[in-house]
């Protein structure tokens, strides 16, 4: 079941007993987890109603037994459950020993008073274990995975159209090239925007370079993305900017390079016919990444892009050694891109 199918059902009144929520998008799961709690539990009762268990201090047994027990002046119960052993592949550091029949029993006759929910922060469940395929098949399981490039960008809408404000052509590409693709920070960042557009407003691009603050990765993500399609003059304001706030030339090269490195790794895949999220999975980024390097990458030949990284193994090596100036290295090395990186 995916995300927005369970969604609905839940906003229809129609709940599972049993829930096991995975993956690594803890935003999207979080909000899933609060859309159970305004739907399962009426808010007068959260104190009473809503319980939570981490399975590395808390037996699965107790957590089954608790489920069993009749709500105490409630009429249901949630009960949030956290894992990242029990249910994930991957090594078992968990030092608690579970009796999982317990819960296996409980499946299949669960009580119509509680529901049950799992939360895994981890990217794949172990599909061989018994209690897995039993959850498969007789829960709710949902995978909360990464949004891929175009669903991001609609995601960045829709946050902004539900606050009655707009944001302008290309304007969403450039909030998650300064924010990062992380939701809790898009959604702190999109709240703000909105504050300053206000209802019925416009969000820009300008509004956002100027009132999204961005870490140094950031800057160099659109820096890379102002060579690529030669807009030298903002590449460097960029730079310029970095070098005041202290960062250390050698690290933004290092950065540098990295994203070109990915440019010519998604070029490679796409080439083999590797889908988005395959690049994505198989170079472990998220989808957004892969699409935004896959479009800066069509602007260069494969050759083009191992003699830049070969010319950024050189300019590390110059400026490691002292035989180059790190500052004017970098500087003369983005001027030449800048002035000549067209396909």
């Known amino acids: 079941m995916d995300v927005k199918t369970a969604s609905k059902a839940i906003r229809k009144g129609d709940i599972s007993p049993v829930y ?8 999207q799961m979080k909000q899933f ?18 319980i939570s268990y981490d399975l590395t201090e808390t037996p699965i047994e107790v957590v089954v037994e608790d489920a069993e027990t009749a709500p105490f002046l409630v009429p249901k119960k949630l009960i949030i459950v956290r894992d990242t052993s029990v249910f994930a592949a991957g090594k078992d550091n968990n030092k608690i020993e579970h009796r ?3 819960l296996l029993t409980y499946m299949d006759n669960p009580t119509d008073y509680s529901v049950i929910v799992f939360t895994v922060q981890a990217e794949k469940l172990d599909e061989r274990k018994k209690i897995v395929k039993k ?29 009655e404000v707009q944001l302008a052509a290309g304007a969403a590409e450039r909030l998650i090239q300064f924010t990062g693709t992380g939701l809790q920070s898009l959604a702190a960042e999109i709240d703000k925007l909105c504050l300053y557009a206000g209802a019925q407003g416009t969000i820009s691009s300008a509004d956002i370079e100027s ?15 102002d060579l690529a399609n030669l807009r030298l003059d903002k590449a460097l304001s960029i730079f310029y900017e970095l070098l005041k706030q202290k960062e250390e030339p050698i690290k933004i090269a290092a950065l540098i390079t990295r994203q070109f490195r990915i440019m010519l790794q998604v070029k490679e895949l796409a080439g083999q016919s590797y889908s988005q999220q395959q690049i994505a999975s198989q170079l472990s980024l998220h989808p957004y990444g892969v699409k935004v390097a896959g479009d800066q990458a069509r602007r ?9 990284l070969y010319e950024l193994g050189e300019l590390d090596y110059h ?8 500052v004017l290295g970098l500087e003369l090395f ?8 067209s396909i």
Not at 20 to 27: A, F, H
Not at 319 to 326: L, P, S
Request: no cysteine; hydrophobic share 45%.
């Open 100 to 102: 999982l029949e317990t």
């Open 300 to 308: 260069f030949r494969p050759e083009q892009l191992r003699q830049l």
């Open 319 to 326: 400026m490691k050694t002292g035989v180059v100036d790190k």
């Open 20 to 27: 096991l929520l995975y993956g690594n998008e803890k935003y």
């Open 135 to 163: 959850l498969k098949s007789d829960a709710s399981v949902i995978a909360f995975a990464p949004m891929g490039g175009d669903d991001l960008v609609a995601w960045v809408h829709k946050r902004a159209a539900e606050r």
């Open 33 to 50: 987890v609060d859309l159970l709690k305004e739907k399962v539990v009426e808010e007068e009762h959260r104190d009473f109603a809503i």
């Open 211 to 225: 009132l999204v603050p961005r870490n140094t990765e950031q800057n160099v993500f659109a820096m890379v993305e």
């Open 334 to 341: 983005l001027m030449k891109m800048g002035a000549g990186a």
